[in-house]
Each structure stands twice: as C-alpha cells, then as structure tokens.
C-alpha cells in the first residue's frame, strides 16, 4: 500500500469515527453537501480496464441507477481512455479524470466503488488494493487467474468489510432465479447429472503474427503487471488475451463461470471430490491461441456428476443450445440458458411445464443490486458476493489444472488441495515484474 493511500485510508476512518458511523459506511452518504457538481447521496465510481466488459459495466451502472455517476477513469491504453472519456461526455454529460496508472484512481477521494474490467490476471492485486483504499468492489469474471488469488479476494473482503460485487449477472436474471425456483421444488426427482457447455460458432482462429512494436498510447509494462515479460505481440493483447494463460483461462474460465456457476448454485454444491479433463486444439491446431479450443472435464460430486464441454467454431450444442446448463433428473431435464428455460418431462412421469422466456436486463438488475448494497451495506444482500465467484472460479480453475497435468485429480475439501504433488503446484501463481500476490 501506497504512503498517500494508508493516509486516505486514516483520513476516512477518522471521518466515519467523527460522525458516529461504522467504518464501512461510506462519507458519501453525508447528505446535504455537492461534489464535483454531483449531490452527495450519488455513488461515485471509477472504471479500471475500460476497453470491453469493464465499458459495458460502467455503461450499464450508469444507465440503471440515477444515484451513480463516474468520476474516474484509467486504461494503459490511452486511445481507449481518450475515446471512452468522450463517450462518457457524450452520453452521460459527464466528466471524469484519467489516469493509466490504477493507484492513482484508488487514491482518489471522488471515487467510492471501481469496476474493474482488466485482463483476468490483474483482478486480485486491483480488488485487494481497492479494498485497502476504502473502494467497494464490481470485478467481472472469473475474479481471478488462479486458485491461490481467489483465496486472496476473499480474505481482503473480509478483513477490510468492503462490498464486493463479481459480474456474474446471470445471477440477477428474473428467468434463472426462476428455474432455481422449480429446480428446487423437487419436481424432477433425483438430479444424478448436471451438463454445462458452450459452444462457440462465432470464435474463428487466431492467425499466428510475429512481435512487434508496443502501439502509440499503450503502457505494456503496466499492461503486463505481475505477467511473464514478453515482447509486444497484437494476439495477446485486448480481446484475445482470454486465449493465453499468462492472462486468463480460455473458454473453461471465460464462459465456464457463468454456467458452473449455476450449476453449482441450483445443486448447492462446492468441492467435488476428483476431476479430470481431456481436449485440445482441435479446431485450430496451428492458431496462436494456447488455451483449448475444445475440452471435455467431468467432475463428480458424490451425489451427481457434472459435466463442462466447449467448442470453438461450432454451434451445435446440447439440446439445440450453444450454450446453457441442463439439470438432469429422474423424473425430467430442465434446460437453462440466457433466452429462457424450458422442460424435457421423462415420459410420463411429470405434467409439462411452459417454456420461460427472458424478460428483463441481467446487466442493468446485476448493477442495481451493487449499488443499492453500496448504499445500505447490507452485503448479504448481493446476489453475486465475491464468495460465490471464488467458489466457481475455482472449480473452473481445477478443470484447467486437470487438463494440463492430464490426470485425473481428487480434491482434499479439508485441505483445499489436489493429491497430486504436481497439480498443487498450479494452485499459486508465479508473479513477474517484482510484483507478489498480496497475503491478506
């Protein structure tokens, strides 16, 4: 932590302490007063990673909810920065600082709550330092590149009583808490298989491309962080970083935690006891891309078995979805994904039910409820808390594991570790750059 930022941190608790409050009641909430021309019940919130989803969120935060605004803005990319400080002005009438440098939005009293919608590997030094400044926390998906992180996100959470909001928005869709509903009924009958899967048509190969130059405007030594150091590549930067696990997962993390996610939710499940895991390239075997683009894992529960399957270049999914979750039970499936949910009765032994179509904007509803938290403080009240991102985002992260060492792995719940030497050893990354992963 930074001198100027343990001094904010000071300042702040001296300032709650004045007024009778608890430490995690934000001094935005001190009515009566403007600032920066904004009244002082707004939620002021500075977006970190600004290029794809990190945008997408803040657009959304800002559309939903009257009582947010944006005042600050950082991306080492500073085309991004510069185009989307205008669309900030253009859209929303707003203005907001810029920085390429995430501490100097972190110390910035304007700011209460950040987004953080950076490449995947930068997601737990962000979160936790957001935490120490006094920052709640919306940080999108898989919260983090590896299992050790998630642990880390967890225990600045707790420890620093921040409200911590993970992009996982199908969770505020009125049509999957709807299928939770029935699923939890216990109309299907005994749930012996639970099937996730996303395949992805749309996703073509990534031409190989030599090094090259950092582009004009970009910081590269900021954008790698506590990555492996490597010369400026095009194929690793932006969007496809997500295929490269310096950065990120591929589809396993990228789209697996939104559908284990609610596979583990409708089954009230957390460890599994063994996974195991097989693919490859497969679609492009020659492509710069590192990550599978085609795998298989199946991980048991005990009680029930779940299966993840993803596919690059290929539409055809299960039940005529390219994506979705489908709980498997006795008495009937449900199939779930982001255009409804429907009902695959077992012959006879259960009445049909109406298909269920999407109604409502998971986004927008996902942003509402971090900002109404931010206000109340009640954080059981998030419908994402970085709990649950942490529990799928690990047994995401086991899947990858399992495919790399190529073993079928069991997992020690007491222990929260593999019995497998090797397979351990993935559990805590290795940090470049003299960057450490933070010890809560």
Not at 56 to 84: E, F, G, H, I, Y
Not at 150 to 176: D, E, I, L, P, T
Not at 260 to 271: E, P
Not at 279 to 307: I, N, Q, R, S, W
Request: hydrophobic share 40%; proline share 4%; with cysteine.
């Amino acid at each position: 932590m930074t001198a100027s930022r343990r001094k904010f941190i000071q300042q702040g608790a001296l300032l709650t302490a004045g007024l009778g409050l608890g430490s995690s009641f934000p001094a935005v909430f001190a009515a009566g007063k403007t600032r920066n021309g904004y009244l002082a019940d707004k939620v002021r919130i500075g977006g970190i990673g600004i290029n794809g989803m990190g945008w997408s969120n803040m657009n959304a935060m800002l559309k939903a909810n009257p009582d947010a605004v944006c005042t600050a803005l950082c991306d080492v990319d500073a085309n991004v920065l510069s185009k989307r400080a205008g669309e900030l002005e253009k859209n929303f009438s707003m203005k907001a600082t810029q920085a390429d440098d995430y501490r100097r939005l972190l110390d910035d009293k304007n700011v209460d709550a950040v987004i953080i919608g950076t490449p995947d590997h930068w997601h737990c030094l962000m979160a936790v330092e957001a935490c120490q400044a006094g920052k709640d926390v919306y940080v999108e998906k898989p919260i983090a590149n590896s299992i050790a992180e998630c642990r880390a996100m967890v225990s600045a959470q707790k420890k620093y009583n921040r409200a911590m909001q993970v992009g996982q928005w199908q969770r505020s869709h009125a049509h999957f808490q709807s299928a939770l509903e029935f699923l939890r009924s216990g109309k299907l009958g005994k749930i012996r298989m639970v099937k996730t899967w996303a395949y992805q048509g749309w996703m073509k190969n990534i031409p190989v491309q030599p090094d090259g130059p950092v582009p004009a405007g970009v910081n590269y030594d900021r954008w790698l962080g506590p990555a492996q150091k490597r010369p400026f590549n095009p194929n690793r930067f932006h969007f496809n970083f997500r295929w490269f696990w310096d950065y990120a997962g591929g589809l396993m993390t990228d789209w697996g935690v939104h559908l284990v996610d609610y596979a583990l939710l409708g089954m009230n499940a957390k460890d599994p006891l063994s996974v195991m895991a097989s693919g490859g390239k497969m679609a492009y075997p020659d492509d710069a891309a590192e990550t599978p683009d085609t795998l298989a894992t199946v991980y048991d529960f005990g009680d029930f078995v779940m299966l993840w399957e993803h596919a690059q270049a290929i539409d055809g999914g299960n039940y005529g979805r390219n994506h979705g979750i489908a709980y498997i039970g006795n008495n009937g499936t449900l199939v779930l994904d982001r255009g409804g949910w429907e009902l695959i009765p077992e012959g006879k032994r259960m009445e049909p039910v109406a298909a269920v179509k999407k109604s409502d904007d998971g986004l927008a509803n996902h942003t509402r409820n971090f900002i109404e938290v931010v206000k109340s403080r009640d954080f059981s009240k998030l419908n994402a808390p970085i709990e649950a991102g942490a529990t799928v985002a690990t047994v995401c992260q086991m899947g990858n594991i399992a495919y790399k060492t190529g073993r079928k792995l069991g997992w020690d719940k007491a222990k929260q570790q593999f019995n497998d030497a090797e397979a351990n050893k993935l559990i805590t990354p290795a940090y470049h750059n003299n960057y450490s992963i933070p010890k809560i």
